[in-house]
């Protein structure tokens, strides 16, 4: 069989196992096994446990569950409703500050947690209902959190961010660094959309009002109640500390003083150490969710990862990967167009799949081109990672989207997509800005890191 045949056949059978709904780790492991079995040595039958082994085997892999296990403490404790109160507090004269500090909320929980579905859950539950309640409409509520939430993936810790630089053999310093002006960027533009979103509607409600007459009910959003500087200092303790994590890890991580992996460590041991003292949260019956939860999502996660690598082994022994990527430079496309070509193949596959799924599905055949042609590997990283996120919030998977139609079951599917539109577009516009100006990406690890020759 000629390899254009054996990889449409690949493809093809990788399809039909997907829309079957067979869990995603099963079905790219039993892909890889029966490809496996039909057209390689038999005994290469005999070494898949040692090569899904061989390629788990990896340091950096080592701070995803740890990673995870910071996530869920602080995702599972009151942390998130009180880092949502206090910036509402402070936020709250802002024209739309209800909607960004829900984004910034966002931000900051992503930034700890590093994953997208735990910030919308711990964000949204205490924000989708408060912004209801005062007038937003149930899209755009559910819509800024949705948004907010990819930001999981692309703020520091992002575990897509390690699993590419990983599959892309690149420094998962510099990575992490170039996903914080982009992340800073998409703040921006959402936060901008939250304010043009709430001034369009707080206008239409005063619309309503007035033509309602005397003794109409005013619309919520036209609530005019203002924080004491009282009340916004007594929410500021509950979430200093974790600030203070966050900056910890940080410096810990980019000051050289450790390793990804030891700076997982750490991080997980300090959110521990903070929400036993800051919410005295420490028996083992309390402690006993953040456990489950660590343990239930980094199985599920590191046995896809390691289906996948199994899968891109397979695909490479068969030159699948290889030739396609042969194919692609013989197209002799230009630069940019390839660029285009490529993230197309990423949207679509964001269809279907999850960012970990794509990453290592996708690295062995799109980064020799795209290396060849000149582009960064650590910039195209951030870019791919900003497509992704567009995956999490468009159908037909659109995770995030299920995650806030779980928290708030009584808003239709169908407003929920509605409201996540715009911010598609706005990281559409993120991308261009990226091609743009690259420096937005490359020039704080530049700066932090050095030139790279």
Same mark, same amino acid.
């Given at each position: ?22 869990? /995603?780790?099963?079905? +790219? ?42 996530? $869920? ?67 755009? $509520? ?12 692309? @703020?520091?810790?992002? /575990? ?25 960027? +998409? ?64 410096? $810990? ?129 951030? =870019? ?22 779980? /928290? ?23 991308? @261009?800005?990226?091609? @743009? /100006? ?12 050095? =030139?790279?020759?």
């Amino acid at each position: 069989m000629s390899i254009l045949s054996l990889g449409l056949s690949f493809g093809a059978v990788t399809l039909a196992v997907m829309f079957s709904g067979m869990p /995603i780790a099963f079905g +790219l492991g039993a892909v890889a096994v029966s490809f496996m079995y039909f057209f390689m040595p038999g005994s290469a039958l005999d070494t898949v446990t040692q090569n899904v082994y061989e390629e788990m085997a990896s340091i950096t892999l080592l701070s995803i569950p740890l990673f995870i296990l910071k996530g $869920a403490a602080i995702g599972k404790s009151p942390a998130g409703k009180d880092l949502y109160s206090a910036m509402h507090a402070w936020m709250n004269k802002i024209p739309g500050g209800l909607g960004i500090a829900n984004v910034f909320a966002c931000a900051l929980f992503a930034a700890m947690s590093g994953s997208s579905p735990a910030t919308c859950s711990a964000i949204g539950s205490a924000g989708i209902p408060e912004m209801r309640m005062r007038g937003y409409s149930p899209g755009f $509520a559910a819509g800024i959190i949705a948004a907010g939430g990819t930001l999981g993936i692309l @703020l520091p810790p992002s /575990i897509t961010m390690i699993l590419y630089a990983v599959a892309a053999e690149q420094s998962l310093g510099r990575l992490f660094l170039a996903g914080i002006g982009p992340g800073m960027l +998409l703040v921006a533009l959402f936060s901008a959309y939250a304010v043009y979103r709430y001034r369009k509607e707080h206008a239409s409600a005063l619309v309503a009002y007035a033509s309602a007459g005397p003794g109409s009910v005013k619309s919520a959003m036209l609530d005019d109640h203002v924080f004491t500087l009282a009340e916004k200092v007594e929410m500021l303790p509950r979430v200093l500390p974790f600030v203070i994590l966050l900056i910890g890890v940080m410096v $810990a991580l980019y000051g050289g003083y450790a390793t990804p992996s030891e700076t997982a460590g750490l991080g997980g041991i300090m959110a521990l150490v903070l929400i036993a003292v800051v919410y005295g949260i420490w028996r083992p019956g309390q402690l006993q969710p953040i456990l489950s939860s660590t343990i239930k999502e980094s199985s599920m996660l590191m046995f896809i990862i390691g289906m996948s690598l199994l899968y891109s082994y397979v695909m490479s022994s068969l030159h699948i990967s290889q030739s396609a990527a042969e194919g692609v430079v013989a197209m002799a496309l230009p630069k940019w167009m390839l660029l285009a070509v490529i993230l197309c193949m990423v949207i679509v596959l964001g269809f279907f799949l999850p960012p970990v799924s794509i990453i290592l599905m996708t690295a062995p055949i799109i980064l020799p081109p795209l290396k060849a042609a000149g582009f960064d590997l650590i910039w195209f990283g951030v =870019v791919m990672t900003i497509v992704m996120e567009m995956g999490l919030i468009h159908p037909p998977v659109g995770l995030n989207i299920f995650v806030i139609k779980n /928290i708030a079951p009584d808003i239709p599917l169908k407003d929920v997509i509605w409201g996540v539109m715009p911010f598609l577009g706005l990281m559409f516009l993120a991308i @261009l800005l990226m091609c @743009l /100006i690259p420096g937005i990406a490359t020039g704080l690890p530049d700066l932090v890191m050095g =030139v790279p020759k």
